[in-house]
């Protein structure tokens, strides 16, 4: 099972979750890493699940349209969006406080 | 009499209730997971599909109007379905009718209900009679368990045929991408609701058999879009029934 190790202001919150999840689905039905994950419409619009990946970035596949189309260059600095990603590995994840994240282009 | 189930029980009873009546064995769904509809047969889908789930926040506001106040979470699941469904991005029935035009019908065509099929119009105005009438917890075990959380098994199947088989482009089947994360967390919230507030034998019964209900009416829809539509075109023994 892929362990998570979360990371977001200041604190870490690690989890394990079966393989083949989705964090935001997680989140959303109130599972780790609920309550911390910040998400919105869960379809790659809003940006608000956007996290840089720390490690375990070779195993995601390469970003898809909507993140290429929502992050732009934030992806060479290892954002993804979280409602995009299917994971089956161990990752590690840090998501910058609500006040930090640009506003959706 | 049937008693009380403890919720891993009931839980399965509720699976069991939808498994079976999946509308994943319907010709429909089966022509199209192995690539054998038309692009035109696809449109017909889709102007039905329209006045099925366009109208899905009016049902559920029916049932969120006659929620008891004290039941703050399952009214705050509501609101927030019925956000996503209509402004929390792109409005859903905007990614349909994105895809009905790269079918090859027309916005107008697919908004107009002179367009849906008698089965269709017979599935909406069941929904919306649930909505209105049963008791709001059995309302939310047929509309969001027993229909909307068979979604993403239903897209995980058709979604890779649209890209690798019929080749519409990513942004053309985003309708059916989006709803593999939304209605996930929607379906799977509505068991947690309905496991939690359906505490009484009876009231389990009536949400195992309005799951089952709503299961069948999704199967008779989709098998009714292969009579009406695609039939004539693609034959039963045209189809891998195995698949």
């Known amino acids: 099972m892929p362990c998570v190790l979360f990371h977001k202001e200041g604190q870490a919150f690690a989890g394990e979750v079966a393989a083949n999840t989705n964090l935001v689905v997680r989140a959303g039905i109130r599972q780790f890493p609920y309550p911390h994950l910040t998400y919105g419409c869960g379809m790659g619009k809003c940006g608000k699940c956007a996290s840089r990946v720390l490690s375990g970035a070779e195993h995601l596949p390469a970003p898809n349209w909507k993140e290429n189309e929502r992050l732009g260059d934030r992806i060479k600095a290892g954002y993804r969006l979280v409602c995009q990603l299917w994971i089956s590995h161990d990752i590690e994840l840090a998501q910058d406080a609500p006040s930090a994240v640009p506003t959706a282009r | 009499m049937a008693e009380l189930m403890d919720p891993r029980s009931f839980r399965t009873a509720l699976e069991a209730a939808i498994k079976g009546k999946s509308a994943n064995t319907s010709p429909f769904s089966i022509a199209w997971a192995q690539g054998k509809l038309s692009r035109a047969h696809l449109a017909r889908w889709a102007e039905n599909h329209f006045h099925y789930v366009g109208p899905f926040a009016s049902y559920l506001g029916y049932v969120y109007g006659r929620l008891p106040e004290e039941f703050t979470e399952a009214k705050d699941f509501l ?106 967390i929607h379906g799977e919230r509505g068991y947690q609701i309905v496991l939690a507030h359906a505490n009484t034998a009876e009231l389990q019964q009536r949400c195992l058999k309005i799951c089952e209900i709503g299961a069948e009416m999704r199967l008779l829809y989709t098998t009714a879009l292969y009579r009406d539509y695609v039939e004539a075109d693609l034959p039963m023994q045209a189809l891998d029934l195995a698949a």
């Open chain 2, 79 to 184: 609101l927030s379905n019925m956000y996503e469904e209509e402004i929390g991005g792109d409005r859903h029935t905007d990614l349909l009718i994105r895809f009905a035009e790269a079918c090859g019908t027309t916005a107008e065509r697919v908004k107009n209900p002179d367009n849906m099929s008698p089965t269709t119009r017979g599935l909406q105005s069941w929904c919306y009679s649930i909505a209105m009438r049963e008791d709001p917890i059995v309302a939310i075990a047929g509309l969001v368990v027993g229909l909307e959380s068979q979604v993403p098994s239903i897209y995980r199947r058709q979604l890779p045929t649209l890209r690798e088989k019929y080749r519409f482009t990513e942004p053309e089947v985003e309708f059916f991408d989006i709803h593999i994360v939304s209605d996930e």
